[in-house]
């Protein structure tokens, strides 16, 4: 079940990585005498990411998308499954390998950036790490970096504290890029941001993502940010995928019950629409305890009786990837594996 | 200047030095308790200049000799002299050496001992730190006046026995602190961000986690300097610490208990000098956490 994940289009282009089977648990602790419990944060999770696009990872919070970005960033490791590079496995990288080519933005530029460093210092940092240059070198490389992400030299000396919100992210993705990765993984970075200033951070990833080449794993709970930036989507539910389309086809005729409701749940300016209903109900699963079967059964409005016992697999088909026995019986044969 | 959104002028910046500097400045607690200490500091450095006699010089026809203030009093001994002739004056000069040696002797091997501690069982958790617990617990359920006993009645004592003791048992704060404030530095995304740039764990504690936690060490310090100077003066009266003839302050107070109601001064003076010691290191430690915590920066 982990091959034929390439859609059409992803063929062509070359697989920059791909994630086989990613599960991470945690066990928990119920306290002294009730013993562990294990979590399953990301359940099986296979995905393959083509050079040059954007993928965006949506779900409520709780779905295991930063777990995964973790993993993705090799700052967790896999409990079961694998991660490839360019069909290298990350584990042959090494360290300072996996950080020369995957890189991280992170949610909060407030505590993304060390307080008692200079800008220069934290953007230079990655460069120190990999033993790059000499200081004066390296303080070079990272004023033009900075200046290519929008911010004068003269806040090369600066102290995190001393920038906005904005301007601390535009630091972090100067950090991020400083290296030269392939890819980096955006975790939630507009959404500690003013309005305002969100709208200035995704076109500068985007303007920096055609200049260099980049790839990147959007990560976001705000579906208008994703649509704005994501060439693909994967929608994520209780640390699986349940559904993985290009943008376009995932806004124009989302088809999992759940991204149904999450585009419904989505605000608009008219206040004249009012708060929309998104008919989910207001219990997110426990994830200690998941339900049987299909995951989302206990909140979907299409629920079937097979639904309560067989879990749905994700299966290709002409529109994308989607995880639900609702599309099944088009599929060859509606056996579960 | 084509990023005119963000490079609007600026006001004339101050220096970073400057500006801790000005911060200082407006604490008057901090500026007073500074100033106390390095008064300590300076009279224990210039003890040998400023002393009229010799702290050790016994001089049995000028015994008992009251201070100044006194109608028996003389200038000759300002502060007056000890049951033995020996200056007092002289003797409370060297005592700021011994006091001021002990308490930054001890802050600097509990220290290293309890920060190293702290910031393991906070970085890795797990086992480690489940370790870390148990030897604070260990060590706290351990009275220090009476492991003290314990060792002095073996090896015997000397100052610095008194130093290595105080300095193998007065950790369990640092570790504590320490330990608190690098899980809350650990988790987050700066640290994360060195990880994703590939630096080592001893990296990432010297250069992310350990400046970030540096105002609540320094704090810690102060505190258990003083704490340390004080249990100096508890174990000397007690006769377990300093021995005669070293002018400590709390052996001072001991040796003058005998006397207290005919020679107020013997124990009155020791006792003030070491509640303005311990009052100076007070004040600065609590101003310093003030000024240097990134939080109260603007």
Same mark, same amino acid.
């Given at each position: 079940m982990?091959?034929?994940l390439s859609?059409p289009?992803l063929a062509?282009?070359?697989?920059?990585?791909?994630?086989?089977?990613l599960t991470?648990s945690?066990s928990?602790?119920q306290?002294l005498?009730?013993?562990?419990r294990?979590?399953?944060?990301?359940?099986?999770?296979?995905?393959?990411?083509?050079?040059?696009e954007?993928l965006?990872?949506?779900g409520?919070?709780?779905?295991?998308?930063?777990t995964?970005?973790r993993?993705l960033?090799?700052l967790?490791?896999?409990s079961?499954g694998?991660?490839?590079?360019?069909?290298e496995n990350v584990?042959?990288l090494g360290?300072?390998?996996m950080?020369?080519?995957?890189?991280p933005v992170f949610?909060?530029?407030y505590s993304s950036?060390?307080?008692r460093?200079?800008?220069?210092?934290?953007? @230079?940092?990655?460069?120190? &790490?990999?033993g790059l !240059?000499t200081?004066? +070198?390296?303080r070079?490389? /990272?004023?033009?970096?900075?200046?290519?992400?929008?911010?004068p030299?003269r806040?090369?000396?600066r102290?995190?504290?001393e920038?906005?919100?904005?301007?601390?992210q535009r630091v972090a993705?100067a950090?991020?890029?400083?290296?030269?990765p392939?890819?980096?993984v955006?975790?939630?970075p507009?959404?500690?941001?003013?309005?305002s200033v969100?709208s200035?951070?995704?076109?500068?990833?985007?303007?920096l993502?055609?200049?260099?080449?980049?790839?990147?794993?959007f990560?976001?709970h705000?579906?208008?940010?994703?649509?704005?930036? @994501?060439?693909r989507?994967a &929608?994520m539910y209780l !640390?699986?995928v349940? +559904?993985l389309?290009?943008? /376009?086809?995932l806004?124009?005729?989302?088809?999992?019950?759940?991204?149904?409701?999450l585009l419904a749940?989505v605000l608009?300016?008219?206040?004249?629409?009012g708060i929309?209903?998104?008919g989910?109900?207001?219990?997110?699963p426990?994830?200690?305890n998941?339900p049987?079967g299909?995951?989302?059964h206990p909140?979907?409005?299409?629920?079937m009786?097979?639904?309560v016992?067989?879990?749905p697999q994700?299966r290709?088909?002409?529109?994308g990837l989607?995880?639900c026995h609702l599309?099944?019986s088009?599929?060859s044969?509606?056996t @579960?594996? | 200047?084509?990023?005119?959104?963000?490079?609007a002028p600026d006001?004339?910046?101050l220096s970073?030095t400057?500006k801790?500097?000005?911060?200082?400045l407006?604490?008057?607690?901090f500026?007073?308790?500074?100033?106390l200490?390095l008064?300590f500091i300076?009279?224990?450095?210039?003890?040998?200049v400023?002393?009229?006699?010799?702290p050790?010089?016994?001089?049995?026809t000028?015994?008992?000799v009251?201070p100044f203030?006194y109608e028996?009093?003389?200038?000759a001994?300002p502060?007056?002299t000890?049951?033995?002739?020996r200056?007092y004056?002289s003797r409370?000069l060297y005592?700021?050496r011994i006091s001021?040696?002990i308490?930054i002797?001890?802050?600097?091997?509990?220290?290293?001992i309890?920060t190293?501690?702290?910031l393991l069982?906070?970085?890795?958790g797990?086992?480690?730190?489940?370790?870390m617990?148990?030897?604070?617990t260990?060590?706290?359920?351990?009275?220090?006046?009476?492991?003290?006993?314990a060792?002095?009645a073996?090896?015997g004592?000397?100052l610095w026995?008194?130093i290595?003791?105080?300095g193998?048992?007065?950790?369990d704060?640092?570790?504590?602190?320490?330990?608190?404030?690098?899980q809350?530095?650990r988790s987050l995304d700066?640290v994360?961000a060195?990880?994703?740039a590939?630096?080592?764990?001893t990296?990432i504690?010297l250069?992310?986690v350990l400046p970030n936690i540096?105002?609540?060490l320094i704090?810690?310090a102060?505190?258990?300097?003083?704490?340390a100077?004080?249990?100096e003066?508890?174990?000397?009266f007690l006769?377990l610490?300093?021995q005669?003839?070293l002018?400590?302050?709390?052996?001072?107070?001991?040796?003058?208990?005998a006397y207290m109601f005919f020679?107020f001064?013997?124990?009155?003076?020791?006792?003030?000098?070491l509640?303005v010691?311990?009052?100076?290191?007070?004040?600065?430690g609590?101003g310093l956490r003030d000024v240097?915590s990134?939080e109260?920066?603007t």
């Amino acid at each position: 079940m982990s091959g034929a994940l390439s859609t059409p289009n992803l063929a062509q282009s070359e697989i920059l990585l791909e994630a086989r089977e990613l599960t991470r648990s945690f066990s928990v602790s119920q306290g002294l005498f009730k013993g562990k419990r294990t979590l399953h944060a990301v359940n099986g999770v296979s995905l393959a990411i083509a050079k040059g696009e954007v993928l965006g990872i949506v779900g409520e919070s709780g779905c295991g998308k930063s777990t995964l970005a973790r993993m993705l960033l090799g700052l967790l490791p896999p409990s079961s499954g694998e991660i490839a590079l360019s069909g290298e496995n990350v584990g042959k990288l090494g360290r300072l390998g996996m950080a020369r080519r995957v890189q991280p933005v992170f949610q909060d530029p407030y505590s993304s950036l060390n307080p008692r460093r200079t800008i220069a210092s934290i953007v @230079a940092l990655p460069l120190a &790490v990999q033993g790059l !240059g000499t200081a004066a +070198e390296r303080r070079k490389r /990272a004023i033009e970096i900075l200046e290519k992400v929008g911010l004068p030299r003269r806040f090369a000396d600066r102290y995190p504290r001393e920038l906005s919100g904005g301007q601390r992210q535009r630091v972090a993705i100067a950090r991020a890029l400083i290296l030269n990765p392939e890819m980096v993984v955006c975790d939630e970075p507009t959404s500690a941001l003013d309005v305002s200033v969100q709208s200035q951070i995704l076109n500068l990833l985007n303007d920096l993502r055609s200049e260099l080449g980049l790839t990147y794993v959007f990560i976001s709970h705000n579906l208008v940010v994703v649509e704005h930036i @994501a060439t693909r989507v994967a &929608v994520m539910y209780l !640390g699986r995928v349940v +559904e993985l389309t290009d943008t /376009a086809t995932l806004f124009k005729a989302p088809r999992h019950p759940y991204t149904k409701a999450l585009l419904a749940s989505v605000l608009t300016p008219e206040p004249g629409k009012g708060i929309p209903e998104t008919g989910l109900g207001l219990a997110f699963p426990d994830p200690l305890n998941p339900p049987p079967g299909c995951p989302f059964h206990p909140r979907c409005p299409a629920k079937m009786a097979q639904c309560v016992t067989v879990t749905p697999q994700l299966r290709q088909d002409e529109s994308g990837l989607v995880a639900c026995h609702l599309y099944e019986s088009a599929a060859s044969g509606a056996t @579960a594996s | 200047m084509s990023e005119t959104a963000l490079s609007a002028p600026d006001a004339p910046e101050l220096s970073e030095t400057r500006k801790l500097l000005r911060r200082m400045l407006g604490q008057k607690a901090f500026v007073f308790g500074v100033g106390l200490l390095l008064l300590f500091i300076a009279i224990a450095l210039l003890a040998p200049v400023l002393a009229p006699h010799d702290p050790y010089l016994q001089n049995l026809t000028a015994r008992n000799v009251p201070p100044f203030w006194y109608e028996k009093g003389n200038w000759a001994h300002p502060l007056g002299t000890d049951p033995l002739g020996r200056d007092y004056l002289s003797r409370l000069l060297y005592g700021a050496r011994i006091s001021l040696l002990i308490g930054i002797s001890v802050v600097i091997i509990s220290g290293l001992i309890g920060t190293t501690m702290g910031l393991l069982a906070g970085y890795f958790g797990g086992r480690i730190d489940m370790l870390m617990t148990f030897l604070v617990t260990t060590r706290l359920s351990m009275p220090v006046i009476l492991v003290a006993l314990a060792v002095v009645a073996i090896v015997g004592s000397s100052l610095w026995i008194v130093i290595l003791v105080l300095g193998l048992l007065k950790w369990d704060r640092f570790a504590v602190v320490m330990r608190s404030a690098t899980q809350q530095v650990r988790s987050l995304d700066y640290v994360a961000a060195a990880q994703a740039a590939g630096a080592s764990t001893t990296r990432i504690i010297l250069g992310e986690v350990l400046p970030n936690i540096a105002p609540h060490l320094i704090v810690v310090a102060t505190l258990e300097a003083a704490s340390a100077i004080l249990l100096e003066a508890a174990l000397s009266f007690l006769g377990l610490g300093v021995q005669p003839p070293l002018p400590s302050w709390g052996l001072m107070i001991s040796e003058a208990k005998a006397y207290m109601f005919f020679s107020f001064w013997l124990i009155a003076l020791p006792g003030t000098a070491l509640a303005v010691l311990i009052f100076a290191i007070n004040l600065a430690g609590d101003g310093l956490r003030d000024v240097i915590s990134p939080e109260g920066r603007t």
